[in-house]
């Protein structure tokens, strides 16, 4: 997920960032590496710079207005800017101190206020934004944040009950007080807006790197599963996932001399080849309507026919590895070495699962990858060994070169043949002469 940065927290809409030294001033003094801290810091900064900029106008307004009358006023506003102006250097002591300096000092200051200026100034409205206080603090320290909240309730109460409406500081003056009673109101939208603002945006960015967290999630899920299977595992992450199937063809690619040629390379170099060769495969299970079960250091093992559709899918998987055939011939040497494939394929009956708790894994067990292994491992580079079980369900598309029966471990002797390629029109296959000439015999 995205870090919080100054930016997030000071972009503007349109793309328009703040100017870097109001970005520097936002991150003064922060030093966590924990997004969500350094979130509510920079929000602690800038409402503390916000009351900087807001004395240094009220002071300014207030010496020209009346330079001796208000003079207590102005000496509180430059006080209050020299105590806002520390608040950055509170984040040493730990994660909410500097929000735990500036409430106290920004509630200590506006009671000042209220009680020199009276009721009719209307500063005590600042109080009510007591209840913005959970931004600084955030869902997990929400006691901490009941308690700002009580005492800014508690703060107001007392304002409305016990401040004089007229306080002494130049009593006579109601025009100032009106003035700025409105200055007040407006401040108290203008801040309420802003914190609206920054706690929508704010939403909306959660969601939208929420989202795309779970587009991810739900892209890798089914890179490492067919989308079926994805489905049921979100669906019930609790349900255990095993599938017979009866008809199912696998294919088993290996390297060949890619142990000899990767032995003086770089780890880069090698895996820099194996992925640039792997996803060309990829692109072909993808294109041939496969499934990639997994590579096993350089061999690499597609199924057909998880879905239905077993002939169709064994013809797939042929296309696939005449294709993969292909793709290797076409592929820049290794270390000046030329690999070749070794390819061996099987039709038969399997189970498929879903196994692992942390790190789900889908794979293929039975018959049919035993064979299928022992297929590849008894056939010759360049060449695609398969079974009679693979050929008749193919023998239609495909050319095959009949070989003699090899013994296949736990199985016994097996005839197989070396698939050749597609079919040109009206040619026949050796097993189809075969059949037809125990059909003439018969």
């Known amino acids: ?106 509630a200590a ?34 006691r901490i944040y009941m308690g700002v909240f009580l005492v800014a309730l508690l703060l107001l109460l007392v304002s409305y009950q016990f401040a004089p409406d007229v306080g002494p500081v130049m009593p006579h003056d109601m025009e100032f007080r009106r003035q700025l009673a409105a200055q007040v109101m407006v401040n108290v939208l203008i801040i309420s807006t802003v914190l609206i603002v920054y706690a929508l945006t704010a939403l909306h960015r959660a969601e939208t790197a929420l989202q795309a967290e779970h587009e991810r999630s739900e892209t890798l899920l089914e890179t490492i599963m067919p989308r079926p299977i994805a489905d049921r595992l979100k669906a019930d992450p609790q349900e255990r996932i095993a599938d017979r199937h009866e008809d199912v063809s696998v294919l088993f690619a290996d390297l060949v001399g890619f142990t000899p040629a990767a032995r003086l390379l770089s780890p880069d170099e090698v895996v820099g080849y194996l992925d640039g060769l792997f996803r060309s495969f990829d692109r072909l299970v993808e294109q041939a309507g496969a499934e990639k079960i997994k590579t096993i250091g350089d061999a690499y ?51 498929a699962g879903v196994i692992g708790k942390r790190r789900y894994s889908y794979d293929v067990w039975g018959d049919a990858v035993n064979v299928a292994s022992r297929m590849e491992s008894h056939s010759e580079a360049g060449r695609i060994q398969v079974t009679e079980a693979f050929q008749s369900r193919t023998k239609h598309m495909f050319s095959f070169q009949e070989r003699e029966p090899i013994e296949v471990k736990g199985v016994g002797y097996m005839k197989t043949a070396f698939l050749v ?7 026949k296959n050796e097993l189809d002469v075969a059949i037809e000439e125990g059909n003439a015999d018969g």
Request: aromatic share 10%.
């Open 1 to 106: 997920m995205k870090n919080w940065s100054t930016s997030d927290l000071l972009g503007i809409a349109g793309g328009i960032q703040a100017p870097s030294w109001l970005r520097r001033l936002a991150s003064a003094g922060i030093h966590s590496t924990d997004r969500y801290v350094r979130r509510r810091q920079m929000v602690v900064n800038v409402s503390a710079l916000v009351g900087v900029a807001d004395n240094i106008f009220h002071t300014a307004q207030n010496l020209l207005h009346a330079f001796f009358g208000l003079m207590p006023i102005s000496i509180y506003g430059m006080v209050m800017i020299v105590l806002f102006s520390l608040t950055s250097r509170f984040h040493r002591f730990g994660d909410n101190a500097a929000a735990l300096y500036f409430i106290p000092v920004t």
């Open 109 to 142: 200051g506006n009671a000042f206020v209220v009680w020199a200026l009276g009721l009719e100034s209307g500063t005590q409205a600042y109080f009510a934004l007591g209840g913005a206080a959970f931004i600084f603090f955030g869902v997990h320290h929400w």
């Open 301 to 351: 093992m597609v199924v057909g026919g998880l879905e239905g559709g077993t002939d169709e899918a064994a013809v797939a998987i042929g296309r696939l590895a005449l294709a993969m055939l292909h793709a290797i011939e076409t592929c820049e040497p290794l270390n000046g070495v030329r690999l070749n494939l070794r390819i061996g394929i099987h039709t038969g009956t399997a189970i």
């Open 421 to 427: 390629g597609e079919k040109r029109p009206g040619e």
